[in-house]
């Protein structure tokens, strides 16, 4: 049982460089959300999409794009990495219910941005 | 807007104390709240939830009520292990024409041996 798989696990970058992260999901969950996790800052949202061909802003957008390639598949895009996007990056899904929204993270990916 | 404190850390421990870690939030509505736990070099896991005012969420030891009159979620432990160290996060979570989840900051938990 897989969840939610992302890769690369690990990744420099040089400034200005691009790169993509992907994610995918086997729970068939409608929601996937990219978030960053920095020290002293918690979890930021950066994109989600609600279902298959929707993608909205979340709290820190700036420097990324997202594709949701399928309902399985979530991409996180950086076009030209600045420094300032080292981080922890989580790819996630979620189950809305009557119980509410739990959340599925992936593991991580570690970026570091030269 | 909706939000959700919880106590800053690092909490330190020994093996076999009472753990406390409080979270109170901030709701609109009627919000599901949730704890997530985080281990070293991996990605946040479920760790209990609750649904509504006086549920109490429970899993692996860990105990937290939801209670409506104080809004608070405190997350409750009898006898913590050197397993148990990791950063828990206090969540809630509604429906306002779409589902949106609001984490708390995260509090590091060590426990000694």
């Known amino acids: 049982n897989a969840g939610v798989t992302q890769t690369p696990k690990f990744q420099v970058l040089k400034t200005g460089q691009s790169m993509t992260l992907q994610c995918a999901q086997d729970m068939n969950h409608n929601s996937m959300y990219w978030y960053r996790q920095d020290p002293g800052m918690g979890l930021r949202l950066i994109y989600y999409?609600?279902?298959?061909?929707?993608?909205d802003k979340g709290e820190v957008p700036n420097g990324y794009n997202v594709s949701r390639l399928n309902k399985r598949e979530f991409s996180l895009r950086l076009e030209s990495a600045a420094p300032s996007q080292t981080s922890v990056y989580f790819c996630?899904?979620?189950?809305?219910?009557?119980?509410?929204?739990?959340?599925?993270f992936g593991e991580g990916s570690w970026l570091t941005v030269v | 807007g909706d939000s959700v404190t919880q106590m800053e850390g690092p909490v330190t421990l020994s093996e076999e104390a009472f753990l406390t870690i409080n979270c109170t939030y901030t709701?609109?509505?009627?919000?599901?709240l949730f704890w997530y736990v985080q281990y070293p070099g991996e990605g946040l896991q479920l760790l209990l939830k609750a649904t509504k005012a006086d549920d109490k969420g429970s899993n692996k030891g860990f105990e937290a009520t939801y209670r409506k009159e104080t809004t608070s979620f405190h997350l409750e432990k009898g006898s913590v292990q050197v397993s148990d160290s990791a950063v828990y996060f206090c969540a809630l979570s509604q429906n306002t024409g779409g589902f949106k989840t609001i984490f708390g900051a995260g509090t590091r938990l060590f426990v000694k041996a």
């Open positions: 999409s609600a279902s298959e061909g929707t993608t």
């Open positions: 709701a609109t509505g009627y919000p599901s």
């Open positions: 996630a899904s979620s189950e809305e219910g009557l119980s509410g929204n739990t959340i599925y």
